[in-house]
């Protein structure tokens, strides 16, 4: 699953003040029960659930090498029964942590033991127009009648939830799917890229369905019916102007104006314990407890949200980076040269997650 962080108490620009910290996608449940077209997760071999020992030592080193954002994926996350001593754990080392789910396992009395384990947010997957297409594509039937209901209880126990929307032909109309979310009782939403080509990490969110095959004018039509609702803000859409203006220029075969960040400032853990730069390729950089030398490299490969979509924060915080060493050293004229319309751009983005609550 991907990841994205919304917590109404924090603030995006705390990160401008204490340096670039990492944001990385953790797998706590290599595996899941639900049957959706569009992941291939249910299909995983070797299952495995990261311990709570484990994840405590991945926590302890995420900490050192500087992380400020742990997102606890899975598969399906809640299949880890100590999710809640995990997070719990994390936030005493002063992790922001987000987790995610698609709602079957939630109930009343799990979403007040994430509240009370200092969880900031937890994401919800939905994806179509239709209530029944929904359904029938996750495997799980009365799901979104589910969905509604445990959307109550993480209210009612102060836990910040969001829609994670797949793109995918099931949603065949953006406002109206939108007004689906709001039923649903949902008030923010973000929009993932359709993964459809095999991921070359152990990450397997990506399927061959047809609901992901997209031509780049699908995609770019899309992409313009997302900002308009964006923009009508009838409900908060999560993603980034310049990460949503990005991805139309990628599925348009044009190169996207912020650039990857992946393996410097996101990187994605698996339930091994190994850190790849992003789950989209097979390089490993290491395992917990390694001397890492993280840095980005100029790829293009693909659009995966959880590291293309914060492309302008991260360009934000690496030029704060640039232009702070910079004085340190006496060369801040590189750092200068990045305060042009890039910046201003990434720094209204960052601007909108705040006033958002949501970074
Ligand atoms: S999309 Fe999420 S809920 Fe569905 S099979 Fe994959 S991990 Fe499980
Ligand atoms: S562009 Fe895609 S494949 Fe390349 S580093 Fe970024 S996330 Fe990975």
């Known amino acids: 699953m991907p990841s994205i962080l919304?917590?109404?108490?924090?603030?995006?620009?705390?990160?401008?003040?204490?340096?670039?910290?990492?944001?990385?996608?953790?797998?706590?449940?290599?595996?899941?029960?639900?049957?959706?077209v569009y992941c291939s997760f249910h299909k995983q071999e070797k299952k495995k659930i990261v311990s709570f020992d484990e994840a405590r030592m991945a926590i302890d080193y995420l900490a050192e090498v500087n992380t400020g954002v742990l997102s606890l994926t899975g598969g399906e996350p809640l299949l880890n029964p100590e999710l809640p001593e995990i997070i719990e754990y994390a936030r005493s080392k002063n992790l922001i942590v987000i987790t995610g789910t698609n709602g079957r396992l939630l109930t009343r009395s799990l979403a007040e033991r994430l509240h009370d384990a200092g969880l900031n947010a937890i994401w919800i997957s939905y994806e179509s127009n239709e209530r029944e297409d929904f359904e029938r594509n996750r495997g799980i039937p009365g799901l979104s009648q589910k969905i509604a209901q445990e959307l109550?209880?993480?209210?009612?126990?102060?836990?910040?939830?969001?829609?994670?929307?797949?793109?995918?032909?099931?949603?065949?109309?953006?406002?109206?799917?939108?007004?689906?979310?709001?039923?649903?009782?949902?008030?923010?939403v973000k929009f993932d890229y359709p993964m459809n080509f095999e991921l070359a990490s152990t990450y397997k969110g990506w399927s061959d369905s047809p609901l992901l095959a997209y031509s780049g004018m699908e995609m770019e039509e899309v992409i313009s019916d997302i900002l308009k609702v964006k923009a009508q803000g009838r409900i908060k859409v999560i993603n980034p102007l310049g990460g949503l203006l990005g991805?139309?220029?990628?599925?348009?075969?044009?190169?996207?104006?912020?650039?990857?960040?992946?393996?410097?400032?996101?990187?994605?853990?698996d339930a091994n314990l190994d850190i790849y730069r992003c789950p989209a390729l097979s390089e490993k950089l290491g395992s917990v407890g390694d001397d890492i030398e993280f840095g980005c490299r100029d790829c293009n490969l693909c659009y995966y949200q959880g590291a293309r979509d914060f492309g302008s924060f991260y360009y934000l915080l690496d030029t704060l980076e640039l232009l702070r060493r910079g004085i340190w050293k006496g060369e801040a004229i590189n750092g200068l040269r990045r305060l042009d319309r890039r910046f201003l751009r990434a720094f209204l983005d960052?601007?909108?997650?705040?006033?958002?609550?949501?970074?």
């Open 6 to 36: 919304v917590n109404s108490a924090s603030d995006p620009f705390h990160f401008v003040r204490n340096g670039g910290k990492k944001m990385v996608n953790f797998t706590v449940t290599n595996f899941c029960e639900a049957t959706c």
């Open 152 to 188: 109550k209880h993480l209210k009612e126990a102060g836990v910040n939830a969001f829609a994670i929307a797949l793109i995918n032909k099931s949603i065949t109309d953006v406002p109206k799917f939108v007004e689906t979310l709001l039923d649903l009782g949902f008030d923010k």
């Open 247 to 269: 991805a139309k220029d990628f599925y348009n075969g044009r190169v996207p104006e912020f650039p990857c960040f992946a393996g410097k400032y996101i990187l994605y853990l």
């Open 350 to 359: 960052a601007d909108d997650l705040r006033k958002s609550g949501v970074q």
